[in-house]
């Protein structure tokens, strides 16, 4: 999804800390939907919801987050 489309953020709101954004594809708005939830302090994207065309709903939340130092190397294509 496109945020910065005309017409893909559907609504925004906040309220106890945290921000909600649901955005839509403008130009496939019966493909479904994605709520994304930040935290304010620090912004944090803290959980989001994807909404399928027959209105299913999976929910990912992410609590309990720990810092972590990982090498750069874990993030790069291995040759097999």
């Known amino acids: 999804v496109d945020l910065?489309?005309?017409g893909a953020v559907q609504?925004?709101?906040s309220e106890d800390g945290m921000t909600t954004l649901a955005t839509r594809d403008p130009d496939n708005p019966d493909n479904g939907m994605m709520?994304?939830?930040f935290?304010?302090?620090p912004?944090?994207?803290?959980r989001w919801v994807v909404v399928d065309n027959a209105g299913g709903q999976t929910t990912v939340?992410?609590?309990q987050l720990r810092e972590?130092?990982?090498?750069n190397s874990l993030f790069r294509p291995q040759d097999k």
């Open 4 to 6: 910065a489309a005309s």
């Open 11 to 13: 609504s925004l709101s």
């Open 35 to 37: 709520i994304l939830s």
């Open 39 to 41: 935290s304010e302090e």
């Open 43 to 46: 912004v944090s994207l803290r």
């Open 61 to 63: 939340t992410m609590d």
């Open 68 to 71: 972590a130092d990982l090498s």
